[in-house]
């Protein structure tokens, strides 16, 4: 089993490639059922969700669709901060269309939380969400809770396939969990 040595902390490898790519895979096929016939907006919550929403997209078949980025920050290291700041706000209209939150991990929740009444304010015609990972334990915010879910996670810290710690360890190309 590979590990990782990050921040004075030691990890594990958890979701090998393979599994994240059958993950992946399960999402995309229910997403692809559920929207035949439309015409979907997804919108990756950077910066966290772009190693996950470039595998998810590719697998997205039959379906007209298009891409769009949002960049919000909450967390500090290993724990929120509670404030979601719009570092990056959408640069295009989501007015009337079906919109598909793509996250990397929906942990409390208050990330979608915001986001939803963000973007419902905004005149999306409807808003679902897609997250690699889900910590359902942790969730504060019921109408946060994640429409499409790669895996479940209970309440421990991971990192890697677009995850950081303080901005390093994205690039992982699978997902560690922390060993306390
Ligand atoms: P929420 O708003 O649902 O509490 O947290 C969502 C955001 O927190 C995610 O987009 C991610 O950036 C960060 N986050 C939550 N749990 C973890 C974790 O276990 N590892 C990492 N690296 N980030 C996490």
């Not at 409807?126 to 915010?141: D, Q």
Request: charged share 25%; with cysteine.
């Amino acid at each position: 089993m590979r590990t990782i040595d990050e921040h004075g902390y030691h990890f594990e490898e958890w979701l090998t490639p393979a599994r994240i790519a059958e993950d992946v895979e399960q999402v995309a096929d229910r997403i692809n059922a559920d929207y035949a016939g439309k015409e979907p907006l997804f919108v990756i919550v950077l910066n966290g969700a772009f190693v996950f929403a470039a595998d998810l997209i590719r697998k997205i078949e039959g379906i007209r669709c298009e891409q769009t980025f949002i960049r919000v920050s909450s967390y500090f290291g290993m724990s929120s901060t509670g404030q979601l700041q719009f570092i990056v706000p959408l640069q295009q209209s989501v007015a009337q269309r079906d919109v598909i939150i793509v996250e990397d991990i929906v942990d409390s929740g208050l990330t979608v939380h915001q986001l939803k009444a963000h973007l419902r304010g905004l005149g999306a015609a409807s808003v679902k969400v897609a997250t690699m990972l889900f910590k359902p334990n942790k969730l504060e915010y019921e109408d946060a809770r994640p429409d499409y879910v790669g895996h479940e996670i209970s309440d421990e810290f991971v990192i890697g396939y677009g995850l950081d710690f303080d901005g390093y360890v994205r690039n992982l190309d699978a997902i560690y969990k922390v060993k306390k």
